[in-house]
């Protein structure tokens, strides 16, 4: 039994062209009816065939050590048509199977080299110029695509939400700053077997919600069917069933074996998407050879004869029974194909020299952006005197006034941030005041809130999405960690998509318990190279942590993460009851903290430091106060502020010369802040304090009621822990 699928399938090729032994038509579009002349119908045969010859080197080269990982794009080779159909600056988020799309795209910029340039990344080849050697990925800056990973459903939200920015682009006056056309389309492709994952149906779901309720939407969400998701077979007639009758969704289905079916198809997606702004789903029904991926053995889920009967049906066999019905003869169509095996070979030859990457820091160095070669300058705005003192909700609330009056291209959205203000009202009044383009509520989806985020960065906005709890950035875990925070990467910094993610967060909210909305536990984002997580512990400095998030995100490029304490929302008192002392009057507009400053509190000279952030540092306030007025004990202070990247030399200079080292985290005492402040001090320190001490919660969800008390770090316990510390001396 062969195995060599890839050398039966090149053989029968030009076995059965030869013979003219094709395969039946499925449809009956000629290209006529499509207006493809021979030019262009042959033009459209030669991206199918340097796909295939790309894909059969991917072959060789994993066989020689060369090359390799890689999904094939063979039997997809009829995507080609939809990307003639579209304009090049259609932001185009492909499926991994897309080689066709991407080589007949790449004829509309004659400077780009297509098949050197897959070749490279084939070979992960330090100067493949969109990954760099990080990852085989479709991508190319000049051609509108976005590198994509992981394609399993999870740049569906973001697809969706750069066709809503280009949207909103249209109504907002005075817009110079958006990066795509006003008329272009959003193109999103993806296989049969992805439509059933819950992240794709959330943005299905979406678009029919935005169709319905802003009534625009140019998107074409492109389903290319081989009946297969890996080896699990789709349902027949199952992408028809699900998707033929849904409002507000036009469904159009092709044969993506025939280039002039899916040129019709592709041109009626077109009119309706650019001109009449209403999203699409175009269902191109095609097969899939050489199995899966690079390991993938067919034979162990497929028959000999399932196998071969689909390999019968290969797509650049009815594109040459078309050439020869009418234009071309056998000899010539294979001429043509060997004419492209010789370029791809060519091509490979030169980049097989070609340096790879060289070192821990060179494959790193694309996680940070680069600069923004053109931030976004802020308005000069007047800023409005404020006599009375301000709680954290309420200095939030001016600061993201402040940021929306300022940086025009900043947009806040989620759940209830619109008319109710958000429930905490950090939002209050801000849509009154900047109009629903600008501050708007989204369905309750937290992939599409940040999808969203993600879209509407591509575009050249600042997005300001909120998640309404910290736990519930679990549901989209991977629209942060699997595309915002991997974008740069997998791009050497040529794509960004900046954006400043708010979340209430953390614990000791009196009666307010369960692990949704009263959670102290934040390292699933901790985790995440690249990103920056940010919390406030008074008023004042979220005021200015904010104005800094959004610097980072306009100068910088940088995806932020605001972890706002909401037991700290509406605080008064800062070291006893009734203090009021936590109610700070506002920031002037040029007061900013710069990324990793440490706020130091107390007595600088201490040989004994507290270091917290958040809850934990209100509560070492607290403590420290106490200390001092019934023991006389004075104790120097560390609020974090920036919990990632943690500035390292910063915490270590500042406590070189301490004895004794209380860290208060209120994360949980497993996978806790805590645990790398231990490790670096241990490991940097020298010599070691005399004495370190961490505070931890329990290793446990949070109760409802007053139950919480039991798990989470006190006051107590920290003037506790320091008493103790001192008195072991």
């Not at 119908?41 to 020689?64: G, N, P, T, Y």
């Not at 490279?120 to 990852?135: F, K, Q």
């Not at 003869?329 to 790879?356: F, G, N, W």
């Not at 920056?532 to 995100?553: G, Q």
């Amino acid at each position: 039994m062969e195995l060599d699928r890839a050398r039966i399938i090149d053989q029968n090729f030009k076995r059965r062209v030869l013979a003219q032994d094709f395969p039946q038509a499925k449809s009956l579009t000629t290209p006529q009816q499509a207006s493809l002349s021979k030019d262009s119908f042959i033009s459209l045969f030669d991206s199918q065939l340097k796909s295939r010859h790309l894909d059969l080197m991917a072959r060789l080269l994993r066989e020689q050590n060369k090359g390799f990982y890689t999904i094939g794009s063979s039997g997809h080779e009829g995507n080609a048509a939809i990307a003639k159909v579209f304009r090049k600056d259609d932001l185009a988020f492909l499926h991994y199977r897309s080689g066709a799309f991407v080589i007949e795209r790449a004829k509309k910029d004659p400077s780009i080299d297509i098949i050197y340039d897959q070749v490279l990344s084939l070979v992960a080849s330090r100067e493949d110029p969109i990954s760099g050697g990080r990852h085989k990925v479709f991508g190319s800056v000049p051609l509108y695509i976005p590198p994509q990973t992981s394609t399993i459903a999870s740049h569906l939200p973001k697809a969706l939400g750069t066709a809503i920015s280009i949207t909103t682009s249209k109504a907002i006056k005075n817009n110079t700053f958006t990066k795509l056309a006003k008329d272009s389309v959003v193109l999103c492709s993806f296989g049969d077997g992805s439509v059933n994952h819950s992240t794709a149906q959330g943005a299905f779901n979406a678009a029919q919600w935005v169709q319905k309720t802003r009534r625009s939407l140019p998107m074409v969400f492109i389903c290319e069917d081989n009946g297969f998701g890996i080896s699990v077979p789709t349902t027949p007639d199952w992408v028809e069933h699900i998707f033929g009758k849904r409002d507000f969704l036009h469904y159009l289905s092709c044969d993506g074996l025939n280039l002039a079916d899916v040129t019709v198809a592709a041109l009626k997606a077109e009119h309706l998407a650019r001109v009449k702004h209403e999203p699409v789903f175009l269902h191109m029904k095609t097969v899939r050879l050489l199995g899966h991926a690079g390991s993938d053995i067919e034979l162990q889920y497929r028959t000999q004869q399932e196998i071969e009967q689909t390999e019968s049906d290969d797509p650049l066999l009815h594109s040459a029974r078309t050439l020869c019905e009418h234009w071309l003869s056998p000899q010539e169509v294979i001429d043509h194909y060997e004419k492209v095996r010789e370029c791809v070979k060519a091509a490979t030859e030169r980049a097989l020299i070609v340096q790879k990457l060289l070192n821990a820091e060179d494959i790193v160095s694309a996680i940070i952006p680069p600069l923004n070669p053109a931030p976004i300058k802020p308005n000069a705005v007047v800023q409005e005197k404020q006599e009375q003192k301000k709680n954290m909700a309420q200095a939030l609330n001016l600061a993201l006034s402040e940021v929306l009056a300022r940086y025009p291209n900043t947009v806040v959205f989620g759940e209830d941030v619109g008319k109710k203000g958000g429930v905490y009202r950090i939002t209050a009044d801000l849509q009154k005041k900047y109009g629903p383009l600008r501050v708007f509520d989204t369905i309750i989806d937290e992939q599409t809130i940040l999808g969203t985020a993600i879209g509407f960065a591509h575009n050249g906005y600042i997005p300001i999405p909120e998640i309404q709890f910290l736990a519930y950035t679990h549901n989209a875990i991977d629209q942060i960690r699997g595309e915002a925070a991997t974008l740069s990467f997998f791009s050497k910094g040529q794509y960004t998509n900046p954006m400043v993610c708010r979340i209430p967060s953390f614990g000791y909210q009196k009666g307010f318990g369960g692990h949704f909305h009263n959670d102290n536990a934040f390292a699933f984002l901790r985790e995440i190279p690249g990103v920056i997580i940010v919390c406030p512990s008074k008023a004042n400095d979220a005021v200015k942590l904010l104005r800094a998030s959004i610097e980072l995100a306009n100068t910088f490029q940088r995806v932020v993460i605001f972890l706002e304490p909401i037991a700290l929302y509406m605080c008064k008192d800062k070291y006893q009851p009734g203090d009021n002392l936590a109610l700070e009057t506002y920031p002037p507009i040029n007061e900013t903290l710069s990324l990793g400053e440490l706020g130091i509190e107390g007595n600088l000279k201490s040989d004994t430091v507290i270091i917290s952030y958040g809850n934990g540092m209100a509560l070492a306030r607290q403590a420290a106060f106490e200390l001092k007025q019934d023991y006389q004990i004075d104790i120097k202070l560390m609020d974090l502020r920036w919990l990632a990247p943690l500035n390292t030399q910063g915490i270590l200079k500042e406590i070189q010369h301490c004895k004794n080292i209380l860290i208060v985290d209120e994360c949980r005492n497993t996978a806790s802040l805590s645990e790398q402040l231990m490790a670096l001090i241990m490991e940097q320190m020298h010599p070691s304090p005399m004495k370190i001490k961490r505070i931890t919660a329990k290793d446990s969800f949070i109760p409802i009621g007053n139950a919480w008390e039991f798990i989470l770090p006190s006051k107590d316990q920290i003037v506790q822990s320091i008493l103790l510390m001192l008195q072991t001396h």
